[in-house]
């Protein structure tokens, strides 16, 4: 565990450029997913809202919440989000599509982060810290170090096309790239545990004391 912490912070340390650009990029989605809310008109917003309030209602109403469904999708989702980072990383021309999908992360975040606080205020920001940040404590760090991984093998594949000097094993770079994207698939088992038993418990208990003191609903 030491040697794999002390690995990790000798790639950030030497890709410290390139990490410190995906997490502006990624700060940047969160800041123009805020700004979305703002823009929004009063209808659309009410709307949105709409849909909200019925799912809490969905929550208070169930008696008891299924964990390993929501194990199983959260951990679906993030297979397939590393699994379309991976492939984008295998292609030459997959780098701006790789910012997009980091910058789209962000922008969820903070939509969802925006939208909750502009309708309910402090009681929106607890529900948003609640139902977002266990989960993302883990996610985040493995989105960034994806889309540096995937990064980092597209720019060594491109100097190895087009440079005749630079020696790059690539069937040894493939292993150790699908390898890298293997752990982080494995770690997102974590990322999404938290959700399921952590966040989901967390924002459901947290919804039906705001339902009984009338402080939420209508």
Known sequence: ?????????????????????????FITGIIFGAIIVNSMNFTQ????????????????????????????????????????IFILGLTIIGVPFIWILLFAKGAVIGFTVGFFVNQLGGNGFLLA???????????????LFACGFAMQFTFALFEKLFSKRYIFPIQKAIVHYATAFFALV????????????????ALTSFIKTLYQSTQLFF
């Open 129 to 143: 810290t609640l139902f977002i940040v266990p989960q993302n404590i883990i996610a985040i760090p493995l989105y």
């Open 45 to 84: 917003k009410q709307d949105l809202y709409f849909y909200l309030e019925q799912y809490f209602h969905h929550l208070i109403k169930l008696d008891q919440i299924d964990f390993f469904a929501i194990l199983k999708d959260s951990f679906y989702f993030h297979t397939k989000y590393l699994l379309l």
């Open 186 to 201: 494995i770690l997102s088992i974590c990322s999404s545990f938290l959700e399921a038993v952590i966040a989901n418990q």
């Open 1 to 25: 565990m030491r040697g794999l912490k002390k690995q990790l912070q000798e790639h950030v340390k030497e890709h410290l450029s390139l990490y410190f650009f995906l997490v502006i990029l």
